[in-house]
């Protein structure tokens, strides 16, 4: 009886045992992905820092560089900013001269596939992911990572919301007479509107690919003109647009930037916001939430440990909290964004940040050359 019980005994164990004991495939998965890590962050170590273009605002700012400076103290962010046009045609510059100094980029759809795609500056993206949380696609919506290029390797894209078309004062405008498409040019606005320059890639851009899609050819030419007609101001200070408006300077902005709006929210100006036309909705962005891995680089594997640092959840939370927009991790919250931000069911909604939506038609961009050029 003794020897039965403690035959049991024994048998319990090491049931216990194995059930504990990983299995070898998943063992030798951790160890590969595990080992690859340690060597991408020691030799990241060695470069001492990470080259990083991203958008304005200080609140995105701080978060990516503190927030990375928490998770990896030895590796240095170096951060500038600026308009993607105006980056693209620096780093084009130093290209053709022989000198790469930048490691990634994190800007809009539009600076990737317009700008940098077509002087083959871009690297596969997907190479430099290493860490589970982020390979893993029941981490993220629709269970895919999303890329805006056709080739789905070079732009990334891990944040969307929803676009504000128009922002407006509180005290010159109430929403019943902005929220369709063509009371924008009812005759009192005249000189009363500020437009977002549609020109250069940004948030002026995409709202007018928008229009352009909605209203089709013949009446958004239309619509165009008349609009243009109805401005008081064209202009490409994003931040500036918008505190005209909170200061009543002029009463409606079409195309305001995005990233601008909640950062000055949180400073106190006081404007509306529009988040659809009720005839024709609106559209989603992914604003300045794309990757952008430059080849060449000069710090590969700082880079790669930034990339996974920021897709992580933990560089998601940093990203969506400071810059306004939702993580297409399903474990980010987005609960401290403001409803305007965030798609609601049933809403009518066309996606700008694609390779096949952002580019212009040839006649689109005559005419807006027409209007708006230089």
Aim: aromatic share 10%.
């Amino acid at each position: 009886m003794m020897k039965t019980a403690l035959r049991r005994r024994q048998f319990l164990i090491l049931a216990a045992l194995a059930l504990a004991a990983p299995l070898p495939g998943f063992a030798q998965e951790k160890a590969a992905w595990q080992a690859r890590w340690d060597k991408v962050v020691a030799e990241a170590k060695k470069e001492g820092k990470v080259v990083v273009e991203g958008p304005p605002g200080e609140f995105i700012r701080n978060a990516v560089v503190q927030g990375f400076k928490k998770a990896f103290p030895e590796i240095a962010v170096e951060y500038s900013s600026g308009r993607g046009s105006e980056l693209a045609a620096k780093i084009k510059a130093e290209r053709d001269g022989g000198l790469y100094t930048l490691d990634l980029i994190v800007q809009g759809t539009s600076t990737a596939l317009l700008y940098f795609k077509p002087i083959g500056a871009l690297e596969p993206i997907k190479p430099s992911l290493i860490l589970p949380e982020v390979t893993d696609t029941k981490y993220w919506s629709d269970n895919r990572l999303e890329f805006a290029d056709k080739e789905e390797k070079l732009n990334l894209v891990f944040a969307t919301i929803v676009k504000t078309p128009v922002v407006y004062d509180l005290k010159q405008v109430g929403r019943q007479e902005v929220d369709e498409l063509h009371e924008l040019l009812n005759p009192k606005w005249k000189d009363k509107v500020v437009i977002n320059d549609p020109i250069p890639s940004g948030s002026g851009n995409v709202t007018f690919r928008f229009l352009w899609e909605a209203l089709g050819a013949e009446k958004a030419t239309d619509y165009f003109k008349k609009l243009r007609a109805q401005a008081g101001a064209v202009d490409r200070d994003e931040r500036r647009q918008i505190e005209w408006i909170a200061k009543g300077k002029y009463a409606i902005l079409v195309g305001p930037g995005d990233r601008i709006i909640p950062e000055l929210m949180k400073r106190g100006l006081n404007f509306g916001v529009l988040e659809e036309f009720k005839d024709y909705g609106s559209l989603k962005t992914a604003g300045p939430s794309s990757l952008m891995l430059f080849n060449k680089a000069p710090h590969p594997n700082a880079a790669a440990v930034f990339i996974n640092w920021l897709l992580s959840k933990n560089g998601q939370i940093a990203w969506s909290e400071a810059a306004g927009y939702v993580s297409r991790r399903t474990d980010v919250p987005a609960d401290h964004l403001p409803s305007y931000a965030q798609p609601r069911p049933g809403g009518k909604y066309w996606v700008s940040y694609l390779e096949n939506t952002i580019q212009r038609t040839p006649e689109e961009e005559k005419l807006l050359n027409e209007l708006f050029g230089r």
